[in-house]
């Protein structure tokens, strides 16, 4: 048996160790009545057997049974209570690991209300530290003789791309609010992430968003329609349309008088093509600064069918009709002889076939006195029943 080891202790040079084993490797002999101190960012773990039997905070510990009363049903103290005996320690580190950059490796697809789907990028930084050291050491660090931050920051990262994309996709409608709800997306994702630190016996400190950004296509986007906010539908057309002049008149191959009407036709191409092509670049259902929703095209008016009136109520029925929907009464062919019905051209005054009078003889309506069609049983006039 060697040496018993009676001063134990854990220093870091680094700032990156969150966990640390004594020793190293396999387990140490300690004696009763050996000192652990534990720094005021540290504590101590204290394990025996494969069993966490306490957890020391800051300070300078003694080993006994007085301070680790657990020992007394692990081992026996034969010889006045200075008898080596196998053990470990695991120091856990408390401090803050701070300035942690996350950011997503993939775009986030996103189903904007106003540019549809799109796909973000998001950038930040976060801290975290250990609270519970037992149950850090037991879920994460395991037998491991060291523990450094850049060990576990991939897999946190992983965690808030995760929780941090089901809360934009819950809370957030379109990427033009991006900028005034950073503080609240971060406090949202915040809260969410705290259960999922908190099983492994972490807490995160804090979480800061610094971007969240659309690819460089939707950024030209936004830019085109904060151009047209702020210099008006019209004076955007014609600042873009004489930018497009002035490219073409410097395009090679185009010098002199040639050149210059080619601007010209091109940007006054251009001028006419500014309208269909910012609407297709919008995307649908989106309108420019000051212009107003399109009403719905009305669908063309049918030409109206020509009517019959009926003789006797006088409600319109369609042409060819033979009675009247209303009455019933016999609706008259036009131009048919009121005697002999046969068909006689416009303006006849007596049947070509019978030679009777074309115009029917004319009845007062016993009410109202209107004039009506012989045979009439309601007037048009008043719509009394004629007897």
């Known amino acids: 048996m060697g040496l018993a080891i009676e001063v134990v202790q854990s220093l870091d040079d680094t700032g990156e160790l969150i966990c640390s084993r004594f020793p190293a490797s396999g387990d140490a002999d300690l004696k009763m009545g050996a000192q652990v101190i534990v720094r005021e960012s540290q504590s101590a773990v204290f394990f025996r057997g494969g069993k966490a039997l306490d957890t020391f905070g800051p300070g300078r510990h003694t080993l006994t049974t007085a301070n680790i009363p657990l020992l007394q049903q692990v081992m026996s103290i034969p010889f006045g209570g200075d008898t080596p005996f196998k053990a470990e320690v695991y120091y856990v580190n408390h401090k803050v690991f701070p300035n942690i950059k996350w950011g997503t490796r993939e775009p986030i697809p996103f189903r904007d209300t106003e540019l549809h789907l799109v796909r973000l990028r998001a950038f930040g930084i976060m801290s975290y530290k250990v609270e519970d050291a037992q149950v850090f050491v037991n879920t994460i660090v395991g037998t491991k003789g060291s523990f450094q931050a850049d060990e576990i920051n991939d897999f946190l990262k992983g965690i808030i791309i995760g929780r941090l994309t089901d809360f934009l996709g819950e809370n957030l409608k379109s990427v033009f609010d991006l900028a005034r709800y950073y503080d609240e997306i971060g406090s949202g994702t915040k809260s969410r992430l705290k259960d999922d630190f908190g099983k492994y016996g972490m807490s995160l400190e804090d979480f800061i968003i610094n971007a969240i950004t659309p690819p460089e296509e939707v950024q030209k986007r936004i830019d085109e329609r904060s151009g047209m906010a702020a210099l008006g539908m019209n004076d955007y ?65 049918a030409a109206p069918a020509p009517m019959v009136k009926c003789p006797a109520c006088g409600t319109d029925n369609a042409q060819g009709a033979k009675f009247c929907a209303n009455c019933g009464q016999k609706i008259p062919t036009p131009g048919a002889c009121p005697k002999c019905g046969a068909a006689n051209a416009p303006g006849a005054r007596f049947c070509s076939e019978c030679g009777g009078p074309m115009a029917a003889p004319k009845a007062k309506c016993p009410k109202c006195g209107a004039e009506m069609e012989a045979g009439t049983k309601f007037c048009s006039e008043c719509g009394n029943k004629v007897e």
């Open 237 to 301: 057309m014609r600042y873009s349309a004489a930018q497009a002049m002035q490219n073409a008149s410097k395009a090679e191959g185009g010098g002199g008088m040639a050149g210059t009407g080619m601007g010209a036709g091109m940007g006054l191409g251009m001028g006419m093509m500014m309208p269909g092509m910012f609407a297709q670049a919008m995307g649908p259902g989106m309108m420019m600064p000051g212009q107003q929703a399109p009403a719905a095209a009305a669908p063309a008016a």
